[in-house]
């Protein structure tokens, strides 16, 4: 049915080629640019966390309010003391579990290598609802100091270093000097919380590739000796709401800061995972997502105007097939059939700039972006993209087919006959269309000339010392033969 009309439509767009090309372009650049923001709003903060039933996953943070100046003390790690006094205690918790991070020193067979690793409580993975690949995870009674020593591989280092060997599981391998005995193997895959996505004071490996017991000293159990230095993640119980949880870990937290050797008050925090993992970026996610919006609606107004300079040049032809018998129905189809043409064209270009942009912006905001590991034009995304082409169909297409719709062939012959023009009536559509986009791109600009200023006040803030030719140097040794240091 509609084969003739995109015959035709193709066509004339084919002998249009400077305003389709500039269509295409500008349409490209305003859905390449909303559909790359999406994608890593989408990631950021709409996307649920890899871990089974992730709403009901909670971070613990400690807070020291008489001491909390400049917000220094406004989130801090928990202490061992009181996490295990919460697990023990605190009935609203399905389960709690904690990490800390360190680094060790891998030998044996092959060269040695230095590894990001993480010392955690036997639930903590059972927390999170993960399933080992091979073998278990670690058992309460293996997180007593004296215990035999034992580790978890990544399934990176399992594969690099071990060629995936599937009896890998009871094997010894050496950590700092000391055999530990592989219990599991982690599955592909496992997107593990980071260092920068949490509160400050926390120490935590990029890409941990492998995983020991957390063994709290007994100074730390009997809260004599004891510092904020752990990441908890507790469960909440099915049915539990957030505020109950906080007014029950509050009332202990109260009761246990009296007996540690700190002589302040120290309360506990909860914090959905999510909303703790994104922090203070979704402000300026949202903002640039918005700013983008803007973009597209100028494009969608630049491209309905030059449609409707193009539509003034083919008033004649239009006017000849209505005289012809072609119906205002069949002219407003044949508009939209060739908007839909340049959506569509502008859409699929426009996608595969989102693939370049979404590379940019992951390379240079890997540091300061949470989750951006989940970055990708998936369904969620995809549909984003084909409502996007939809509504710039409409946008610029609407306006040209009613117009199309409304064309007098007497009228526009002599409209014509007196010189390229198309009346008061689309000069006045065109002063719209033209101050609209003269609005919305001056709002953009302030918009972007605000933030720019405020970049640049930031760089040029001093730091309080002086940064060059300094340079900083990790050595890490075995805590196996250097106990005291």
């Given amino acids: 049915m509609f084969l003739p009309e995109l015959r035709y439509a193709f066509r004339t767009l084919a002998k249009d080629r400077g305003f389709t090309l500039a269509a295409v372009l500008s349409l490209a650049l305003g859905i390449g640019g909303n559909v790359a923001m999406f994608s890593l709003v989408n990631a950021v903060l709409l996307k649920p966390l890899p871990y089974r039933e992730p709403e009901q996953l909670v971070l613990i943070t400690e807070v020291i309010p008489k001491a909390n100046v400049g917000n220094l003390f406004s989130s801090l790690p928990v ?78 280092l399992w594969r690099r270093r071990f060629s995936g060997d599937q009896k890998i599981v009871g094997r010894k ?187 940019f912006l992951i390379a240079r905001l890997r540091v300061q972006l949470p989750r951006l590991e989940g970055v990708a034009l998936d369904s969620h995304v995809l549909a984003v993209a084909v409502g996007l082409c939809l509504l710039t169909t409409i946008l610029f297409g609407m306006l040209p087919a009613l117009c199309a719709a409304g064309v007098s062939p007497q009228e526009a012959i002599q409209t014509c006959s007196r010189g390229n023009t198309d009346g008061p009536r689309g000069g006045r559509l065109r002063a719209v269309l033209v101050s609209a986009e003269v609005a919305l791109s001056t709002l953009l600009l302030i918009g972007a000339g605000l933030l720019l200023s405020s970049l640049q006040r930031v760089m040029h803030t001093s730091r309080g010392f002086q940064s060059e030719n300094i340079v900083s140097v990790d050595l890490s040794l075995p805590s196996s033969r250097y106990e005291t240091m």
């Fill in 79 to 156: 202490m061992g003391g009181h996490l295990v006094r919460w697990r023990n205690e605190i009935r609203s918790f399905e389960s709690v579990g904690a990490v800390d991070g360190v680094n060790l020193n891998l030998t044996g067979a092959g060269q040695p290598e230095r590894l990001g690793a993480v010392k955690m409580t036997a639930e903590f993975l059972d927390v999170l609802g993960i399933r080992p690949q091979l073998g278990r995870w670690f058992l309460r009674a293996e997180e007593v100091r004296g215990a035999p020593d034992v580790v978890i591989l990544s399934d990176s």
């Fill in 173 to 359: 391998v050496l950590l700092d000097g000391k055999p530990y005995e592989v219990v599991g193997v982690t599955p592909p895959g496992m997107l593990f919380i980071r260092e920068r996505q949490l509160p400050r004071m926390v120490n935590l490996p990029e890409h941990p590739e492998v995983f020991i017991p957390l063994r709290l000293s007994q100074a730390e159990l009997d809260l004599t000796d004891s510092n904020f230095e752990y990441t908890a993640i507790a469960r909440l119980r099915r049915g539990v709401a957030l505020e109950q949880a906080r007014a029950e870990i509050e009332a202990a937290g109260l009761a246990l800061s009296q007996q540690s050797r700190w002589h302040f008050e120290i309360h506990a925090r909860l914090e959905p995972l999510l909303a703790a993992l994104v922090g203070n970026t979704r402000k300026g996610l949202l903002v640039l997502l918005g700013a983008v919006g803007f973009m597209l609606m100028i494009v969608c107004v630049n491209v309905a105007n030059l449609t409707l300079v193009r539509a003034t040049h083919r008033r004649r032809e239009l006017a000849i097939r209505t005289a012809l018998g072609a119906g205002k129905r069949h002219l407003a189809g044949q508009s939209l059939v060739e908007s839909a043409l340049l959506a569509v064209s502008g859409t699929l270009l426009g996608l595969l700039m989102a693939l370049w942009i979404m590379d």
